[in-house]
């Protein structure tokens, strides 16, 4: 067990970006406590799983990494004691204890800030077995602020700034907000500290991220109108294009970049402050998830095709050599062939320059769930491999159009790097010459491509 005095944690973190960030906020948390941390989970006297419920797939990694840990206990680290976090442990707070009596504690969103106690509560229980004790709270309120003790897991020029949490969408297929609770926006001041604090420790982007990034300030808005039935006044409070141009004023060489934005929230306000502000990356990541009125209708997105239209023109109006990112969702409950078609008939239109594409996956406790109309799973597998193509088709167009031009880009790792059109471990990779420095701002010129990567000089 401890050595030294001193108790050994390892931890796995699954799943999103938003999720990486509660493990390092566990992590810095720990350290503070004294604790020694170790990326081998067979050296720790505590192993922590952060894990991760936002579909199927997500869900059985998470469940698979859980039992893996208990088999590998029980073979080789009996003494070991494990903490299942995250939004699995939140989503099944009741049904979790009962199915995995194996694990020594759960803990939820709201219980990031207090691992350290649990952990040592478990230490202090000694050899006597696990416990399954339930640490989860129901309805999370907690945001960080800029002095969260935080120890970063992306390299040392590349970092996220979760700017809100939670989200007050009532998306049919999602789960998340009954997981991770209602909308609540950090304050911008808040933010800013964070991002100077970022900048001048050498990171070159900030990626803002949190369930609805568009979303930003808005709640605040609400909470301060004196009679609810008041319009807002966006010009009294603060905002995502507020934000943007604050953090584009911070002295230093960095990009900034918007991920999980919601279009339902979009302005013209917005669309001229990224273009105005240097730093900010001419890359929007804005999950559309279909085009046809009946499928945003029963997915209830608050948006319809012709509104998407127009947003888009106005977009890339607006904000010149513009890379946008988007996700769709196929074999939705009730999609038809003419659905699909007009979906297809889409990605073909806009000619996005990053986009990606969900099977539907059928969640418990949605209200997609109760819809009529499931598709076959081999329908839904059809159309997935249909819109794959398509997408990966128009990325040839795209990174073809790409040949000549004169690039800037981060470099990732000795041979590779990203432009301001790629986003950490979700877009295209371009390869560059060796001698480049990591961490470190260049200019290319794209010679040729393969696939959906680049290759520069």
């Not at 960080?144 to 939670?166: M, N, Q, S, V």
């Not at 990171?203 to 609400?222: A, C, P």
């Not at 603060?238 to 141009?245: K, T």
């Not at 297809?344 to 986009?355: M, N």
Request: net charge negative.
């Amino acid at each position: 067990m401890p050595v030294d005095g001193k108790t050994t944690v390892g931890l796995i973190s699954l799943g999103c970006a938003k999720n990486l960030i509660d493990s390092e906020i566990m992590i810095g948390h720990l350290a503070q406590a004294g604790m020694v941390l170790t990326p081998e989970p067979e050296l720790a006297d505590v192993l922590i799983i952060n894990t991760c419920s936002f579909i199927d797939q997500a869900k059985k990694e998470s469940v698979d990494t859980i039992l893996g840990a208990v088999d590998d206990r029980t073979e080789s680290r009996p003494k070991q004691k494990i903490v299942v976090a995250g939004c699995l442990s939140q989503r099944f707070s009741q049904e979790l204890p009962k199915l995995m009596p194996e694990v020594d504690a759960f803990i939820g969103l709201d219980q990031i800030t207090n691992v350290a106690p649990v952990i040592r509560d478990l230490v202090g229980h000694g050899d006597d077995g696990p416990h399954a004790e339930n640490f989860v709270t129901e309805r999370p309120q907690y945001i960080p602020d800029y002095d969260t003790p935080r120890f970063r897991l992306t390299p040392k020029h590349t970092a996220y700034i979760k700017i809100a949490e939670g989200c007050n969408h009532p998306c049919s297929f999602c789960i998340i907000p009954k997981i991770r609770g209602r909308h609540r926006s950090r304050s911008q001041e808040s933010i800013v500290r964070e991002a100077e604090q970022l900048v001048k420790a050498g990171v070159k982007e900030l990626n803002l991220i949190s369930q609805d990034t568009t979303y930003f300030g808005m709640d605040r808005w609400e909470e301060s109108r004196p009679n609810p039935r008041s319009p807002v006044d966006s010009t009294k409070g603060e905002s995502l294009a507020s934000l943007l141009r604050a953090l584009n004023a911070i002295e230093g060489d960095f990009w900034v970049r918007l991920l999980y934005t919601h279009p339902a929230h979009w302005s013209d306000e917005l669309i001229r402050t990224i273009a105005e502000c240097r730093k900010v990356a001419r890359y929007v990541d804005m999950p559309l998830q279909h085009i046809s009125d009946r499928m945003l209708s029963a997915m209830r997105r608050e948006t319809g095709g012709a509104y998407i239209r127009d947003l888009i023109g106005r977009m890339r109006a607006g904000i010149p050599d513009l890379a946008l990112r988007t996700t769709f969702i196929v074999g939705f409950p009730g999609e038809t062939d003419a659905d699909f078609a007009e979906l297809l008939e889409f990605i073909g239109d806009v000619k996005f320059e990053r986009a990606s594409v969900f099977n539907y996956s059928r969640e418990e406790g949605t209200r997609a769930e109760k819809l009529d109309g499931h598709l076959h799973h081999m329908t839904r597998k059809k159309r997935w491999n249909a819109a794959m193509r398509a997408l990966q088709h128009q990325a040839e167009v795209v990174n073809e159009g790409q040949v000549g031009r004169r690039l800037r880009v981060l470099v990732e790792s000795p041979g590779q790097a990203r432009s301001e059109m790629d986003a950490p471990e979700v877009d295209a990779t371009i390869f560059v010459p060796d001698s480049l420095p990591v961490g470190e701002f260049a200019d290319v010129t794209v010679t040729d491509w393969r696939g959906y990567d680049l290759i520069a000089s």
